[in-house]
């Protein structure tokens, strides 16, 4: 069992010291008494103790969160809880630093830079302390064993039975591009067949066999010879 009255030994001195200082810093930069319920009670309480209530208690509570093996805590949450728990224990160096220096030069009060940062120090660990609160009990709800095995019961899929594929009669294969009967241009007369092949030898020997109106137009022949001539000098083309 792991022992610790040193670690009780050790705080004792150090909440001591740091409780001193933030009160004095507090009182320095304007925390003091205070009656939060005025015109009912006469009630009076010193803010100067929130700081180290706030600041100290914030620290050790996110050391806990962050070094704590115990607990189920998701890896944004430790790295959350170890950077705020940085951060707190900073803070409360630079108090320290500043009120002893404050009272060690006799200042009646603290510079308005010290002020403005101290006055900070309550929003700032109460927003940090809700925010890892929430975190914590998310990471609770969502990655304990219990929840998680009821998780997985209840959004389990269900079995849907899959219907066996029907098979498809079988398709006539597709005739083959030899079998498919080929266009055969009519005969032309000869002295046509000529002065088409004569006419057009460009354009066969490139490949760009002309369009119907272009063949009416220079050789003067109607629309069925017309496309004749173009069969013919697609046939040339091809060869």
Not at 80 to 100: D, E, K
Request: aromatic fraction near 6%; charged fraction near 15%; glycine fraction near 8%.
């Amino acid at each position: 069992m792991t022992r610790r009255w040193p670690l009780l030994l050790l705080a004792l001195p150090a909440g001591v010291a740091t409780w001193s200082g933030w009160v004095g810093l507090g009182e320095l930069t304007g925390f003091g008494p205070v009656k939060p319920l005025p015109g009912i009670s006469d009630f009076t309480i010193n803010t100067a103790v929130t700081l180290p209530i706030g600041v100290e208690a914030y620290a050790a509570y996110a050391l806990h969160a962050w070094l704590s093996a115990g607990e189920v805590v998701s890896t944004r949450t430790r790295r959350f809880a170890a950077w705020s728990a940085l951060g707190s224990l900073l803070l409360g160096m630079l108090g320290q630093i500043a009120y002893h220096l404050l009272a060690t030069y006799g200042m009646k009060s603290a510079p308005w830079q010290v002020t403005t940062a101290v006055a900070c120090l309550p929003v700032l660990v109460l927003g940090m302390g809700a925010a890892l609160g929430h975190m914590l009990a998310r990471d609770a709800r969502s990655l304990s064993p219990e929840v998680a095995a009821d998780e997985q019961t209840v959004g389990a899929p269900t079995v849907v039975p899959v219907a066996e594929p029907v098979e498809e009669p079988p398709t006539a294969p597709e005739p083959d591009e030899d079998d498919v009967p080929r266009y055969v241009p009519e005969a032309l007369p000869e002295d046509l067949a000529t002065q088409a092949a004569s006419r057009f030898l460009t354009d066969i020997l490139t490949g760009d066999v002309p369009g119907v109106r272009r063949i009416k137009a220079e050789l003067g022949v109607g629309q069925e010879k017309a496309q004749q001539v173009r069969a013919y000098l697609t046939t040339l083309a091809n060869v």
